[in-house]
């Protein structure tokens, strides 16, 4: 495999992505696909996942890696976050040839500093997520905005366990009129069940098994889905009990297509929402249930 080409700037990785464009286009070949997978570095299987998924749409794939300040509340969870491009690039390079990989600093991202421009995903962005971590969603659709016009892609690559940001990222595109499809890609689990994340990485070991609860919760609310919501969440509560280190944030039913809580009369495809802090780690999951 080719090792993925790595650009630190804007103009860099937009020049690589016209080449790429025009390389292939010679000769009169029909419009090459270019398609973006956004990630905060520190990969795992659940972004190469993305970039299966974004080489099987697009010819020309880039993985951009940004830790964006914008989108953290806290400093502290900013400086905690793990930044790992050196083995990122060599894990991209290991699993596909001819990645582009876009890793601004900060500066190249924000010369001014945070941006007095930004974009608002509205209600909906200061619910869940957003409640616990304030301007947390405005700080990422700026970003991938911004993204989105740097590389300029036809597709956009996102995971479903961050099922508030995929939604709002969609939302985002059809309210702002991006040429841009979105598309998702379902979550990967560890073998036990815990979604992955590059979170998990900072769990000790009495914290990842508690962090099993989750993934458990969801599980019982998905096998008790046929007796009603509240039965749902009432099986999700109590496969949480008694678990120390778990404290959870919001367990939620929403309307996958709202993302607004259902009552008891929805029926068809709802989603299972959990956020918990466990040791000091915020973890989210969720799981699609029917509602007969
Ligand atoms: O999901 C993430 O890793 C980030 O929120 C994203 C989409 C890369 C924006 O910074």
């Known amino acids: 495999m080719t090792q993925p080409i790595v650009e630190h700037t804007i103009a860099g ?3 690589r992505v016209r ?5 292939i286009e010679t000769g009169g070949a029909p419009r090459a696909r270019v398609a973006l997978v956004p990630t905060m570095g520190a990969l795992h ?6 970039v299966e998924r974004a080489r099987e749409v697009a010819d020309i794939v880039v993985v951009s890696v ?6 953290f509340g806290e400093k502290a969870d900013l400086e905690a976050y793990p930044r790992t491009l050196d083995s990122d690039v060599e894990l991209l390079g290991s699993v596909a040839d001819g990645l582009f990989v876009f890793a601004p600093s900060g500066e190249e991202m924000y010369p001014n500093g945070f941006p007095a421009t930004r974009v608002s995903g ?5 619910r869940f997520e957003g409640r616990s971590r304030r301007g947390h969603f405005d700080g990422v659709l700026t970003v991938v905005s911004k993204l989105f016009h740097i590389v300029g892609p036809d597709v956009a690559v996102f995971g479903r366990k961050d099922a508030q940001q995929a939604f709002l990222v969609e939302r985002m595109v059809r309210d702002l009129d991006f040429p841009i499809t979105i598309e998702t890609v379902e979550i990967v ?9 590059s979170r998990n990485r900072r769990l000790g070991s009495g914290e990842r098994i508690a962090a099993l609860a989750l993934s458990r919760a969801l599980e019982a609310a998905a096998s008790s889905a046929d007796a009603g919501i509240d039965a749902a969440i009432a099986a999700a509560q109590s496969a949480l009990m008694g678990e120390r280190l778990v404290t959870l944030d919001y367990l939620a039913i929403v309307d996958p297509t709202t993302f607004t809580p259902v009552d008891d009369g929805h029926r068809g495809r709802a989603l299972v929402l959990i956020a918990a802090d466990v040791g000091g780690t915020r973890l989210i999951d969720n799981e699609s249930i029917y509602l007969r």
Do not use: K, M, T, Y
Request: aromatic letters at 2%; proline letters at 3%; zero cysteines.
């Open 45 to 50: 299987a659940g972004h190469l996942a993305l």
């Open 66 to 71: 940004f830790v964006n300040p914008l989108q």
């Open 189 to 197: 689990r560890e073998d036990d069940g815990l979604a992955r994340s």
């Open 19 to 23: 080449s790429a464009r025009a390389e």
């Open 122 to 126: 509205g209600a909906i962005a200061d």
């Open 13 to 15: 990785i937009r020049e």
